[in-house]
């Protein structure tokens, strides 16, 4: 896979997402799309009424109910992308990565010493979630809409200390998620964790993706230090309230 390949499929899915083009990234100012919920979207929840920004590109695209997009246009217009994103509907930002593949292969990190690997396919999951406290790697449900299809654990002698999953959001992005316990934070395990499982999903012929939110730099620091780059942001959050 080419580092145009992995950049075009993400803006892709996004923009079955978000109901509008690929291309639309890429114009600038702000572009709106009546929420709609396309075949092939990822399926999170949908809060009532929908509404989502994205900025991956030149400009922010938003995708809202119909119903509301009217109001939205009124309120944003003429405003410069960050005082849009500045508006107080607009929460719980999430900061997504996607792996730079060239620097990936110069950036391996090492698994701290005492440490041993164990992988896990879809079909083991159940046995995973016997053990609680990796739900960032896990989703700890055999029935999700987005299930959890790959993980690598790691072990220090019998006990469970650090894991990353992948969790198959759509048909060609799997999300990567990591938890390590406290005692092995700061030693590079969970780097080692999320390089060695995205390269295992690229081996498969998908596309890893990492998603934290805006405050957690310790985790932007784990996305960095395994290879990944900065690829968009988004409003998960957002929140419309229609009696203003």
Not at 43 to 52: D, T, V, Y
Not at 55 to 74: D, H
């Amino acid at each position: 896979m080419m580092q145009k390949e992995v950049l075009f499929l993400a803006k892709e899915q996004l923009a079955v997402d978000l109901n509008c083009r690929r291309e639309d990234f890429d114009r600038p100012g702000l572009q709106f799309f009546p929420f709609a919920a396309l075949p092939g979207r990822r399926p999170f929840p949908i809060r009532e009424p929908a509404l989502e920004l994205v900025s991956f590109g030149a400009g922010t695209v938003v995708s809202a109910a119909e119903r509301i997009l009217p109001q939205l246009q009124q309120r944003l217009a003429g405003m410069e992308r960050d005082q849009v994103w500045a508006q107080p509907f607009v929460r719980s930002l999430g900061h997504y990565f996607l792996p730079d593949l060239a620097r990936q292969q110069r950036c391996r990190r090492q698994i701290p010493q005492g440490i041993r690997l164990a992988w896990t396919e879809e079909q083991g999951m159940k046995q995973l979630y016997e053990t609680p406290g990796f739900s960032n790697a896990l989703g700890y449900d055999c029935n999700a809409p987005r299930p959890d299809v790959l993980a690598v654990s790691a072990w220090a002698g019998d006990r469970l200390v650090g894991m990353a999953g992948a969790s198959a959001d759509c048909r060609m992005l799997w999300q990567i998620g990591v938890d390590v316990v406290p005692e092995w934070r700061r030693k590079g395990l969970a780097a080692a964790l999320v390089w060695e499982l995205s390269q295992a999903v690229l081996a498969r012929g998908k596309i890893p993706y990492y998603g934290t939110s805006s405050s957690n730099l310790a985790s932007q620091r784990t996305a960095w230090a395994s290879g990944y780059f900065p690829a968009w942001v988004c409003s998960y959050g957002a929140c419309w309230d229609e009696t203003k």
